[in-house]
């Protein structure tokens, strides 16, 4: 009865409450997750990026020509397909 005054708890606020925080939780644990994929896709790009930078100078066939827009860059290398370099030339 006290609940209906407002003093004291009842079991349905307390319920409220576990659910808020939990919601909380999970959202920041949500969050770390997306800033470690976003860094890890982040080291690819970077990585992928030199290598293309270093296949431009070395390799014109292994090089792919990409319009200026597309993520800052100009160039991707195309070594990525699997093939060895006698199939390239082919």
């Known amino acids: 009865m006290w609940g209906l005054f407002g003093v004291g708890g009842t079991a349905a606020n307390k319920k409220k409450q576990d659910a808020a925080k939990n919601s909380i939780v999970k959202l920041r644990e949500q969050v770390n997750m997306l800033e470690k ?3 890890h896709l982040q080291k690819q790009i970077d990585d992928l990026t030199a290598t293309a930078k270093r ?6 066939k292994g090089t792919l020509l990409l319009p200026l827009g597309y993520s800052g860059l100009s160039l991707l290398s195309c070594s990525c397909t699997g093939g060895t370099a006698a199939e390239e030339d082919a």
Request: net charge positive; aromatic share 0%; charged share 35%.
């Open 55 to 60: 296949n431009v100078s070395t390799n014109k």
């Open 37 to 39: 994929k976003e860094a």
